[in-house]
């Protein structure tokens, strides 16, 4: 079943990864998975980090959508991965830029237009 919870919803996915195993030469993060028989919230984190989403293990996933399992570790571990950039960021307005990051861009996008504009006919 499902997570909404993040950390949760990778424990979910690497208690299947870890029975199966199938992945275990594709990164760091399999390996990393076999030394462990439960997973914490810091392991979960750790290993989220360790995954480059390349999205080798989705595709090889025989669990993957449409199986019941609904297996996705790439797209896990990227949500997770974000929450873990907000929670070390450090300083709170690079958590707002996480947070925001949709307006954030929209804004430099727009400054970046009337800079433009503006050295076209005035500079
Ligand atoms: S992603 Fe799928 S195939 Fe790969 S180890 Fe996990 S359960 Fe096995
Ligand atoms: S998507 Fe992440 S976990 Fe899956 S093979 Fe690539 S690096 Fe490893």
Redesign the pocket.
């Known amino acids: 079943m499902h997570s909404a919870n993040p950390i949760d919803e990778a424990k979910r996915?690497m208690t299947?990864?870890?029975?199966?195993?199938?992945?275990?030469g594709?990164c760091a993060v399999?390996p990393a998975m076999e030394l462990r028989r439960t997973f914490s919230a810091e392991d979960m984190k750790y290993m989220a980090n360790l995954c480059h989403n390349c999205r080798a293990?989705?595709y090889?996933?025989?669990?993957?959508p449409p199986h019941e399992?609904d297996?996705n570790?790439s797209k896990t571990f990227s949500a997770l991965r974000l929450e873990t950039y907000k929670e070390f960021a450090g300083y709170e307005l690079v958590k707002i830029f996480f947070n925001k990051n949709t307006a954030f861009m929209l804004l430099a996008f727009l400054l970046s237009l009337f800079f433009y504009f503006f050295s076209l006919y005035f500079l």
């Open positions: 996915v299947i990864c870890n029975a199966c195993r199938y992945c275990e594709f399999f293990c989705y090889a996933c025989q669990y993957a399992f297996l570790v």
